[in-house]
């Protein structure tokens, strides 16, 4: 299925301390090691897919760091370096000083076979962008993707190459990916810049690109495909519903907007009048949600698949995985086959989102839940929860609550504002059940104020309506006006209802 092409491992141990090679190298699972953990004042620790091992009961001190720093590349921007040739990674953690106290030495693997599942999809010629969570092997696949299109396809092929992952660190390229070209990023802030300058100097077919992670690298990705080059990369975000909610990269999709409908229109749908709708064409046509090493979970089509998670119906999906024999199995699923889902990683309908909410009026949240009958779960733990709703001026800043939210990969939902439109629209999107119950709620009292204005026509004096939203208030009222009667809403929310009646001449 999957063969370990190099690993370059000895490399990775030459740069350790001698106290914490040896014990490493005494490991029966030492060629299934993933990485190596060395924090000032804390033993050091070598992790592999299955356990965590202390290597040397002596705590790591100044002099263990320093050894390491000692043998590799400089570190960049984002606190990476390499191996010189190789394709491991040690990421730094400093003290405000900028001091280095802490090192996590990963150690990294060319394997031939995995994108065996999506071969077909990369050498279509559309643009497939990876999800998944971090460790899953996004840049792995990115890695043979560029090898693959370059050497089997014959094609024109860069890669942007920004912490240098994808082929090693150095000036020359790893032979992972093959006869691909790579062009490095002096930091990480101009990644989008490289992007574009990979376009118009040197004339790709295919550009590859790992973690597309702000709004200029998705304006950039956006520009590429408008040109007509291929482009294969990875966002962050496990999902493509999780995407969708990232203000910052919905425009990878298609972004987002909102649209308000017409009386006629919205009682057509069956919908409220304002609804989120797909802005534009998906920069990427297929998303690739990386869901094991040897399973994934396919849209497609990007567009349709974001049309029907904003109508709060599940897309179509197909799931591929490599079997015992390494042969790709496929699985259909169909919508109609399939429970609304929605929220953090796949929850069903019947288990509603834990909402943590941030910067958001929590009082008129739980009042538009009430008039949309939805029993909404607010947690007050980021930890508990499975959406993290917070606000626009809030998210622009970044707190550490956003931050946190971000590291373990919650679907954000940012409000533009803390206005009623702004609420439902977040309610309708997150709550899988509210469409169709919504629907149906909204076809009763619509009917009910038919069913009055006919009974006051045969000669009833007045009749009140059932206590409803002010959204539905107004369609009342509205049915009442062109069959011309007279109504006017009387009580308090939430018992506030429409009364109809026949003026007095």
């Given at each position: 299925m999957q063969k370990v092409i190099t690993d370059d491992m000895e490399a990775l141990l030459d740069i350790l301390p001698p106290r914490i090679k040896q014990p490493l190298c005494r490991q029966k699972a030492i060629s299934e090691l993933l990485e190596v953990v060395l924090d000032l004042g804390r033993p050091s620790e070598a992790r592999f897919p299955k356990q965590e091992v202390l290597l040397n009961g002596k705590e790591v001190d100044e002099t263990d760091i320093d050894y390491v720093v000692s043998r590799i590349g400089s570190f960049g921007d984002d606190n990476r370096a390499g191996i010189e040739r190789t394709l491991h990674r040690i990421s730094a953690i400093r003290n405000r000083r900028g001091r280095i106290v802490g090192l996590t030495c990963r150690l990294?693997?060319?394997?031939?076979?995995?994108?065996?599942?999506?071969?077909?999809?990369?050498?279509?010629?559309?643009?497939?962008?990876?999800?998944?969570?971090?460790?899953?092997?996004?840049?792995?696949?990115?890695?043979?993707?560029?090898?693959?299109?370059?050497?089997?396809?014959?094609?024109?092929?860069?890669?942007?190459?920004?912490?240098?992952?994808?082929?090693?660190?150095?000036?020359?390229?790893?032979?992972?990916?093959?006869?691909?070209?790579?062009?490095?990023?002096?930091?990480?802030?101009?990644?989008?810049?490289?992007m574009i300058e990979a376009v118009e100097n040197h004339m790709p077919e295919v550009i590859v690109i790992d973690e597309i992670g702000t709004e200029l690298e998705a304006q950039a990705a956006r520009t590429i495909a408008e040109r007509g080059v291929q482009l294969v990369g990875t966002a962050h975000g496990n999902t493509l519903d999780n995407l969708m909610m990232n203000p910052t990269l919905a425009d990878l999709v298609g972004?987002?907007?909102?649209?308000?409908?017409?009386?006629?229109?919205?009682?057509?749908?069956?919908?409220?009048?304002?609804?989120?709708?797909?802005?534009?064409?998906?920069?990427?046509?297929i998303v690739v949600e990386l869901q094991d090493w040897d399973k994934v979970a396919i849209h497609p089509d990007v567009g349709e698949a974001v049309d029907a998670l904003l109508r709060g119906t599940p897309p179509s999906t197909e799931v591929r995985w490599l079997d015992e024999q390494g042969e790709v199995r496929i699985e259909k699923t169909e919508a109609d086959k399939k429970k609304p889902v929605r929220g953090k990683r796949g929850a069903k309908a019947d288990k509603p989102p834990r909402l943590y909410l941030f910067g958001v009026n929590r009082a008129r949240l739980v009042q538009m839940a009430k008039e949309m009958h939805l029993d909404l779960d607010i947690v007050d733990s980021l930890h508990d929860a499975s959406v993290f709703v917070t606000s626009k001026n809030y998210y622009r800043r970044k707190p550490q609550q956003v931050r946190d939210a971000e590291s373990a990969n919650l679907p954000i939902y940012v409000l533009r504002s803390n206005t009623p439109p702004q609420i439902r629209q977040l309610l309708s999107t997150i709550y899988p059940q509210a469409g169709a119950e919504k629907s149906n709620h909204f076809q009763i009292a619509l009917g009910e104020a038919e069913e009055a204005v006919s009974q006051v026509k045969e000669g009833q004096e007045a009749i009140e309506l059932s206590p409803q939203?002010?959204?539905?208030?107004?369609?009342?009222?509205?049915?009442?006006?062109?069959?011309?009667?007279?109504?006017?809403?009387?009580?308090?929310?939430?018992?506030?209802?429409?009364?109809?009646?026949?003026?007095?001449?």
């Open positions: 990294g693997r060319a394997i031939f076979g995995t994108i065996k599942v999506i071969e077909d999809l990369v050498q279509s010629g559309k643009s497939v962008l990876l999800l998944g969570r971090p460790g899953v092997g996004k840049t792995t696949m990115l890695r043979e993707v560029a090898r693959v299109l370059a050497d089997d396809m014959q094609k024109r092929v860069i890669i942007v190459d920004t912490s240098n992952e994808i082929a090693g660190d150095g000036d020359i390229p790893h032979p992972a990916i093959g006869h691909a070209r790579r062009m490095q990023v002096a930091t990480p802030t101009l990644q989008h810049a490289v972004g987002i907007q909102s649209v308000t409908l017409g009386d006629e229109e919205a009682r057509r749908r069956g919908t409220q009048k304002s609804i989120l709708e797909r802005r534009s064409p998906p920069t990427f046509d939203s002010s959204y539905i208030r107004r369609l009342q009222h509205l049915i009442a006006q062109r069959s011309d009667l007279a109504s006017h809403s009387l009580g308090k929310d939430p018992d506030r209802r429409v009364r109809i009646y026949k003026e007095q001449a």
